[in-house]
């Protein structure tokens, strides 16, 4: 079978530790992986990573594919959407990738941001549920509800489905109910939470994209000639601009509505595996024991008379007195103060924070690339601190500025240095001075991470002021970040 990671989201109800350029897909949530690679470890258990796909945001892709090498992921089995156009999209277009391979092999579709714990139960259902979809279903997965959750999608099991055990046929889809409809579902025992995890054939759905998605259906030949490979060390699939513009332009539809709510041969397996999709920050409250008082704190939390609350943070000390139902995120540069009620509402903020322009909506203090990340340690007008952290074997690309100089420091590691015609290297406290203009390139040789204090002077301080003329991850070669 083929396994299809979907990771296109954004994650905003998990503000502020997930930004719309470093999702909740690609942090760490619970345990020492982040959520894609917690979910290709489990779908390696299922099929050969020759085998395992993922469609994601251009802007995640390198990333995502530098999370995966260790888990041996073909880089070209990424597929790269220029913008995102919900479910239906990128598996309609993954479907048509799949269909040069094998039409009649059954591809599974997994949310890259879900946490199941019970893999063993887990396991036993995906190879059930790629039985019932060579019977030409589409076959969707249903967690047993234990709260009335309004932030999931329902599915009413109907008549159950001959020739199988424990599947059913699919009788309704509800979306996103009230707090009284979604009582009424995990009352009445029959309504399941929808896991958005899809079994089907390729030529299955493709028909069925066909038929009720025939505005998508008639692009997918024409988006799958303009796929090309990205240059450089992780060669993932984009598409050419024709190709953008194509996919820019088509319906932004889920696979739920699309298809799932319309089809007439959908099943549905009950699953009893330990699942969360981690939509919001009050899923913590599943992943993580609670101390007395109902709370769930991180280790520098100090706290006094508070209950049932979240606070979570990453270096300095929070300290609370008598609060009760909240959740406290902290981070370097954002801090969220939210009623646990309104959780959902997180993305609604972000939203906010968006359109005012700030950078919290967008990126963290320290950004990821590539090669490594930086840091900003601090910023003024005509001055910039980072630190540079490169891994490995890493290098960043050759550029130059036009509008800034920068002095480099080696904090450990050993640094190669390019500039302009020189290479040298330099060890820990040493430093050298970058010109407004000289062509330049830090690469790491040594087998630990090199970290370089970087100082910038100039007028204009943004990574908008990069040349680029040489990248070994295909980056562009021209003004870019």
């Keep these: ?95 048509r990738v799949l269909a040069e391979s094998d ?55 109907g008549l159950p489905l001959s020739g199988f055990d424990q599947v059913f ?18 009352d009445d025992g029959n309504y399941f939470w929808n896991c958005g995890v899809f079994f089907w054939k390729v030529s299955t759905i493709l028909e069925h994209i066909r038929q009720l998605l025939p505005d998508l259906f008639e692009h997918l030949d024409n988006l799958y000639f303009h796929l090309v490979a990205q240059k450089g060390r992780y060669p993932f699939r984009l598409l050419d601009p024709e190709g953008a513009g194509i996919f820019e332009r088509l319906p932004n539809e889920s696979v739920d509505f699309g298809i799932m709510e319309k089809a007439e041969k959908v099943a549905m397996i009950p699953c009893s595996m330990e699942w969360n999709d981690v939509g919001s920050w009050t899923t913590l409250e599943d992943l993580y024991e609670k101390d007395e008082n109902g709370n769930v704190f991180s280790s520098n939390v100090v706290s006094l008379n508070s209950k049932g609350s979240i606070i979570q943070g990453e270096g300095r000390l929070i300290a609370t007195v008598g609060i009760e139902n909240m959740i406290i995120v902290d981070t370097p540069d954002a801090l969220l103060i939210c009623d646990k009620n309104q959780a959902q509402d997180v993305k609604k903020i972000v939203e906010t924070i968006k359109k005012e322009g700030k950078p919290q909506a967008t990126l963290h203090p320290t950004v990821h690339k590539p090669w490594g990340s930086y840091t900003v340690l601090e910023a003024g007008t005509e001055h910039l601190v980072k630190r540079i952290d490169v891994n490995p074997g890493e290098m960043l690309s050759l550029q130059s ?3 800034r100089s920068e002095n480099w420091t080696v904090l450990s590691g050993t640094a190669r240095v390019q500039k302009d015609k020189e290479i040298l290297n330099l060890n820990k406290s040493e430093s050298i001075f970058i010109p407004k203009g000289s062509k330049h390139r830090i690469s790491n040789p040594g087998d630990s991470v090199l970290s370089i204090l970087e100082v910038q002077l100039g007028d204009i301080l943004k990574e908008e002021d990069i040349i680029r003329y040489e990248d070994a991850y295909g980056r562009p070669v021209k003004n870019s970040s």
């Design 1 to 95: 079978m083929f396994n299809v990671i979907l990771a296109g989201g954004s994650g905003t109800r998990f503000w502020p530790k997930s930004r719309e350029l470093f999702p909740k897909q690609l942090i760490r949530i619970v345990g020492s992986k982040t959520m894609v690679q917690a979910t290709a470890e489990r779908l390696l258990a299922l099929s050969p990573v020759e085998n395992l796909f993922l469609v994601t945001n251009e802007s995640h892709a390198l990333e995502t594919c530098r999370q995966l090498v260790p888990f041996g992921f073909h880089s070209e089995n990424l597929i790269a959407e220029p913008v995102a156009r919900n479910t239906a999209a990128a598996i309609g277009l993954a479907a």
């Design 103 to 157: 039409p009649q092999e059954v591809m599974g579709i997994y949310p890259a941001d879900h946490i199941i714990n019970n893999t063993e139960v887990f396991e036993r259902t995906v190879k059930k549920a790629v039985e019932v979809a060579r019977q030409g279903y589409l076959v969707t997965l249903g967690a047993q509800p234990h709260r009335p959750e309004t932030g999931y999608g329902y599915i009413k099991q």
């Design 169 to 186: 046929m699919a009788e309704r889809f509800t979306e996103k109910p009230d707090l009284i409809s979604a009582q009424r579902f995990v």
């Design 401 to 403: 500025h036009e509008h």
